[in-house]
């Protein structure tokens, strides 16, 4: 176990201080939402100007490798060297991306820009999350992490809205500019207001099995990635990967059991409830990007919204996520865990199969309703998890605790771009089969590049081009059978998300009971400072 005692904790922080570092939080976790949704209405833009559909995954892919991988380290960290220099750090990292993805000039300077800015945002996330828990008892965690978590939905609602304005009417350049100057603030304020962490003797970092977590969680990740785009499932390629990832893994857990004070103490998984939480985690991380992925390139390229109005359409999804997220967390000490648990999956796998019935030509306000009915499910979920993960943590493993659970819904939102893209790549195949003469359909990409063919900057071989003359519609027809084609996978993607997120009810019938009142505290902090709470 670490020697250090991290000195932010509730038991000797007063409530002005605590208000203070809460908005150098919320500004933090603002400016890292923001980005991401900004992203979500620029993206279609982005491929036309790189002709890029090809390598759209990797634009997500990239940032959010880098951050499952720092997500446990940046944990483990902050509960040894403190939260204030790992949230400072992380924040400067994530601003420095943003420039550098403003900067690109082609999808290969994008997708390594996007990488530096999955490694701060892989130190915010854990860090934030963590530093509710030192700031609040558990009496009052539930209410903190929905405003927390209300933030998330604020940013998330204003951020679509502001990318496809500045997409429209600037350049999709500037979407990653936009948050600098919040960050900027939160950066001062992070610097002014969070106590300075006091060590004690030596800290035990266990770079090797940091070392080996992340060559683990590397190889799985990319794994899921190139799977079923790259080579075939059932593959040489595939075995091998499987295999070097399983090795490595054991080996990590080897080092663990032996290390001095673990990245990841194997004693976590003897908890009950934290298990639940991950897995809860890694289920709706998978679901969630089922649909923030795909679902702004689906309204503008199928249905044919501009990027300002996909912004508006994207709003209610994150009003529903707000709702909810607040409520649940002001009420969870009265109905407990289970209620939301049981709920939430419900209502978002029947938004699942709504979404699945859109194509070209649906209704907006359509649209609008089934969104919002998503998010009312999401919100349910995300914040008490983390209450439920975070009251069934030891003090000195919070920080631990807290990421690891993060690590879990990371790793569930990246392997969901892997595993989407070969659905909605095979549904497209099937569906260009079925709409198109083979002809066509034989010289043509049957995946998501297939829309590169409808980029203005396309180059048709003389082929393509005289067997798209032949068609009775001509070039129209092509491209509205191209456009169904696409819609038909991603439709058929958010029929599997409806069926995947229903494996939380599992996980929900053992998480039981309610958060405590208080939790005992270790003898370092049993005795409140003079005037704190004053």
């Known amino acids: ?42 993206i279609n833009a982005i491929m036309k100007d790189f ?81 509710v828990a030192d700031l609040y008892s558990p009496a009052e965690r539930g209410k903190m992490q929905g405003l927390l978590g209300a933030v998330f939905a604020v940013a998330m609602c204003v951020g679509p809205f502001i990318g496809g304005f500045i997409t429209d009417n600037i350049s999709w350049h500037w979407v990653f500019f936009v948050n600098v100057p919040v960050g900027a603030v939160a950066l001062l304020f992070a610097a002014k207001k969070f ?62 059991t032996r290390a001095k004070d673990a990245v990841i103490r194997p004693s976590l998984f003897r908890n009950k409830m934290f298990v639940c939480c991950a897995l809860t985690m890694l289920i709706f991380g998978i679901a969630l990007m089922g649909v923030m992925t795909y679902m702004a390139v689906f309204m503008q390229a199928v249905v044919g919204i501009s990027a300002t109005n996909t912004g508006m359409i994207m709003l209610p999804l994150v009003a529903g996520m707000m709702i909810t997220s ?29 979404l699945s019935t859109l194509g070209r030509g649906s209704d907006a306000t359509v649209a609008i309703l089934y969104l919002f009915i998503a998010g009312i499910g999401f919100g349910c979920v995300m914040s008490v998890v983390m209450i439920a993960a975070q009251n069934s943590a030891k003090i000195d493993e919070m920080g631990m605790t807290t990421s690891t659970v993060n690590l879990f819904r990371s790793i569930g939102s990246t392997i969901a771009v892997g595993i989407f893209t070969t659905i909605i790549n095979g549904r497209i195949a099937t569906e260009l089969a079925e709409r198109l003469p083979s002809g066509i359909f034989d010289i043509i990409p049957h995946s998501t590049s297939v ?18 003359q032949g068609l009775p519609g001509g070039i129209a027809e092509f491209a509205n059978a191209v456009l ?37 505290l270790p003898e370092s902090l049993a005795t409140p400072e003079e005037g704190a709470d004053g």
């Open 195 to 256: 106590p300075k962490p006091e060590l004690k003797d030596k800290v035990h970092v266990d770079y090797l099995g940091m070392a080996f977590l992340s060559a683990s969680l590397l190889v799985l990740l990319l794994f899921f990635t190139w799977v079923g785009v790259d080579f075939a499932w059932v593959s040489v390629e595939a075995a091998a990967m499987v295999a070097a990832a399983v090795v490595l893994l054991l080996l990590f857990v080897f080092i663990e």
């Open 1 to 42: 176990m670490s020697e250090q005692t991290n000195s932010l904790h509730w038991s000797n922080i007063d409530k002005r201080t605590r208000a203070s570092i809460m908005i150098g939080l919320a500004l933090g976790m603002f400016v890292a939402c923001l980005d991401g949704t900004v992203m979500a209405t620029a």
């Open 326 to 354: 607040i409520l649940s967390g002001f009420s969870v000490r009265r109905t407990g865990y289970r209620p939301w648990l049981v709920a939430g999956p419900i209502i978002t796998a029947f938004s699942m199969v709504l």
């Open 484 to 520: 169904d084609s696409y819609g038909g996978g991603v439709d058929f993607a958010f029929l599997c998300s409806a069926v995947v997120v229903l494996f939380v009810l599992a996980t929900a019938f053992f998480m039981k009971g309610k958060p405590p009142e208080e939790m005992e």
């Open 51 to 131: 002709n890029g559909y090809g390598e759209y995954s990797w634009v997500f892919t990239g940032f959010m490798l880098c951050e499952t991988i720092m997500i446990p380290l940046a944990g483990k960290l902050s509960d040894q060297y403190g939260r204030k220099p790992l949230f400072m750090i992380g924040l400067a990292v994530f601003l420095a991306g943003s420039v550098l993805s403003g900067l690109s000039g082609n999808m290969t300077q994008l997708i390594a820009f996007r990488a530096i800015q999955g490694i701060g945002g892989g130190m915010l996330i854990p860090v934030a999350t963590a530093t």
């Open 451 to 468: 829309m590169n063919l409808l980029t203005p900057d396309a180059v048709w071989g003389p082929a393509l081009a005289e067997a798209v």
